[in-house]
């Protein structure tokens, strides 16, 4: 699912009055409150960069502010800035936990799903945020509010179960994956799910994936690499011997580029890689298209092969 557009552009109708941006930076909520109270409208002032003094405030993490302020005006949590980013976006990204956690909880309690789900400029969501920056009970907090956050795709076309998969959250993918329109896609290399599960080695996330979503084995990515060909070359036996297990055919792969796997073997000196191979396929086909035979390449120097 690529960047929405449910939200209107903003229109910088009121520029944000100093003392206000002030008290947000600072969190002042006393002040802030002296002045909504004889100026309602001040709350929906703007910076140059689109931002309100909810932005502000949860860029800094200011989580009392942020709670009266929202107590005072509700509709600041679906504004975006010149980033596309919600304040709960901008808490997020920013780190801060606890005041992340609030706002989800308040955006979801008033039924403003479309700002839970919002995109920034760069096609990130608040799930996106969460795991790649490491906070793994935030994330599971946003799946469970709103699970179709799964589905969206950076401009990269990163996707939020790629970075679980990178990171290792086991709970976060575990809850990722009940929603059969998950994203899988893995980015700017053009590596999908499978090849972050091989790369950290995990057979049993390797063993979902190869269950629910058979085809990613043959995905290669720019370097022509498939995630069975990842296993390889980065000598991940046990996660080799899971896909070969699921599928053996996929030991006589031979890439787009003409070299077949034992030709990666040796060229990496993966010698144990080589012999789960040829325990799985005897005959695995060892000569490149141009003629170069495998054997000849020193890099394979164990005799046992």
């Known amino acids: 699912m690529k960047l929405s557009s449910s939200f209107d552009y903003p229109v910088l109708l009121y520029k944000m009055d100093k003392r206000l941006l002030k008290a947000a930076?600072?969190?002042?909520?006393?002040?802030?409150?002296h002045y909504a109270c004889h100026n309602p409208g001040?709350?929906?002032?703007?910076?140059?960069?689109?931002n309100t003094c909810l932005h502000i405030s949860s860029i800094h993490g200011h989580q009392r502010f942020s709670e009266d302020v929202v107590?005072?005006?509700?509709?600041?949590?679906?504004?975006?800035?010149?980033?596309?980013?919600?304040?709960?976006l901008a808490a997020v990204r920013n780190?801060?936990?606890?005041?992340?956690s609030f706002l989800l909880g308040s955006c979801h309690h008033?039924?403003?799903?479309?700002?839970i789900l919002k995109q920034d400029k760069y096609g990130f969501n608040a799930l996106h945020h969460a795991i790649r920056n490491g906070h793994e009970e935030l994330?599971?907090?946003?799946?469970?509010?709103?699970?179709?956050?799964?589905?969206?795709?950076?401009?990269?076309?990163e996707s939020p179960m790629f970075f679980a998969l990178t990171r290792n959250f086991t709970r976060v993918y575990e809850q990722l994956v009940q929603d059969p329109l998950s994203s899988y896609t893995g980015g700017l290399h053009g590596r999908n799910c499978l090849h972050a599960a091989v790369r950290n080695g995990n057979?049993?996330?390797?063993?979902?994936?190869?269950?629910?979503?058979?085809?990613l084995m043959i995905t290669e990515d720019i370097n022509k690499v498939t995630p069975t060909r990842h296993a390889v070359l980065f000598d991940k036996i046990d996660m080799l011997r899971v896909i070969l297990l699921h599928d053996p055919t996929k030991g006589y792969e031979i890439n787009s580029m003409g070299d077949p796997l034992l030709a990666a073997a040796a060229y990496r000196g993966r010698s144990n890689a080589a012999r789960e191979l040829l325990k799985h396929c005897p005959d695995a086909p060892y000569?490149?298209?141009?003629?170069?035979?495998?054997?000849?390449?020193?890099?394979?120097?164990s005799p046992e092969v």
Request: glycine share 8%.
């Open 25 to 33: 930076t600072d969190g002042d909520s006393t002040s802030m409150k």
């Open 42 to 50: 001040i709350l929906l002032g703007r910076t140059l960069r689109m």
């Open 71 to 88: 107590a005072l005006e509700e509709s600041l949590l679906t504004t975006v800035n010149l980033d596309w980013e919600t304040p709960l």
């Open 95 to 100: 780190g801060h936990v606890s005041l992340a």
């Open 110 to 115: 008033l039924g403003m799903g479309q700002a």
């Open 139 to 157: 994330a599971l907090e946003l799946i469970t509010a709103e699970p179709s956050l799964s589905r969206a795709v950076s401009e990269c076309n």
């Open 203 to 215: 057979p049993e996330m390797a063993k979902q994936i190869l269950e629910k979503y058979h085809g």
């Open 287 to 301: 000569r490149q298209e141009n003629g170069q035979d495998w054997k000849n390449r020193s890099t394979l120097c």
